[in-house]
């Protein structure tokens, strides 16, 4: 489910988890909608990536597909690890050393930046934030990307991270480090959700920049 609470796409989900793979038919006679609203339902699951399909002949009659849920959703399904990550944060900001500490953090963004790096194209800052924004949308995190005098700025309206924010604001230094690698520019924190701000928003460092080189499409 999503934050909380049940969606017609969740209870799609679902059944395909219980009882897939299932045919249109089969989960209209359980979700009590028309043959139509399920079909564009299933094609929006399918364009996000969370439900496969299977072409299936038998018999004399029409070929049929089986809708199924994909590995994409499965894992989904079971990436319920916010009590770890928020004792693996709280462990990390246990370390005494700082720089070590430091070190650690860098090091997850820089992690992470390998999973998200292929999500980001473009050949100006811009262009690259808008990958950015795709990407944390297909994870239903809503951003903008906005034009300004000093450059283009990223804006968060739900944090990524929600359950660390509260262990600690330091998990803002690493996504101020993963933002960074991953635009290739060097990004700052001008505002914070945790200082009171209704977002937060990210906008290029004028003083210095990871590489001069822009990412090519």
Known sequence: MVNGKSTADDDVLNLLADSGPLAISD????????RTAVHERLLRL???GLVERELVRGGRGR????????PKARKLAGNNFADLAAVLWQQVLGIED??????????????LK???????HGTTLKARMNSL???LEKRRVRCEVDSQESGPTFTL???PYPELADVDSSICEMETSLFSQLLGDQVVLSQCRLDGHSCCEFGPNQK??????????
């Open 27 to 34: 989960i209209m006679q359980h979700s009590a909608v028309t």
């Open 46 to 48: 399918m364009s996000e």
């Open 63 to 70: 070929p049929s597909y089986r809708y199924s849920l994909s």
């Open 98 to 111: 700082s720089g070590h500490r430091q070190h650690i953090i860098t090091s997850i963004a820089s992690a």
């Open 114 to 120: 390998v999973l998200y790096a292929d999500a980001i």
């Open 133 to 135: 924004r795709e990407l």
């Open 157 to 159: 309206r739900d944090c």
């Open 208 to 217: 210095r920049t990871i590489r001069k080189t822009p990412i090519t499409v």
